[in-house]
């Protein structure tokens, strides 16, 4: 009885046999226990193999079931594993493209601001250049009087020193 590996095998035949036999008068624990004591284990140990077979039948559908279902769960998990690793590769890559976007941002406000200050600077120039035109003209007239100035220089200079009076316009 400890070695009977046939438990899992039973055939319904042989538990439709024993079954009316346990049934039967003569097989009552009293009964039994009074022709043989030892019996009464061997007793014991049929009826426990007829109520192992009968929660087989119950147990065995369902242990199929959910090893079927276990092989399901096991195919859906690595879909959803390789479905997970997806999604992470795609929040990696949507990250480094949120990085991207922060800094050409950032980017776009320092270019921004160069081109502001750069008008700023452009206005200025301007104010500048037009400020000068004005000097220019000024800067001419100051030439031209100095060229015409200069070449009365040695004149007037013989004249300051008074090695030349001056009577007038020259004429000629």
């Not at 009293?30 to 061997?42: P, Q, T, W």
Request: net charge neutral; proline share 2%.
């Amino acid at each position: 009885m400890i070695g009977y590996e046939k438990r899992e095998t039973i055939p319904d035949s042989l538990i439709a046999k024993i079954k009316p036999m346990m049934e039967k008068e003569e097989m009552s624990e009293a009964k039994v226990k009074s022709a043989s004591g030892a019996l009464v284990a061997v007793r014991v140990w049929i009826l426990a193999m007829i109520t192992y077979h009968e929660v087989l039948k119950i147990v065995g559908p369902k242990r199929a079931i959910a090893e079927e279902m276990g092989s399901k769960l096991a195919v859906v998990q690595k879909n959803l594993a390789e479905k997970q690793a997806k999604v992470k590769e795609i929040n990696d890559k949507l990250e480094k493209l949120q990085n991207e976007m922060e800094t050409l941002i950032e980017d776009q406000k320092k270019l921004a601001a160069d081109i502001e200050d750069c008008n700023k600077k452009l206005v200025r120039a301007e104010k500048m250049i037009g400020g000068l035109e004005g000097e220019k003209v000024r800067w001419t007239d100051t030439v031209k009087t100095l060229g015409d100035k200069i070449e009365l220089l040695i004149g007037d200079c013989l004249i300051a020193a008074g090695m030349v009076s001056y009577a007038g316009p020259f004429t000629a």
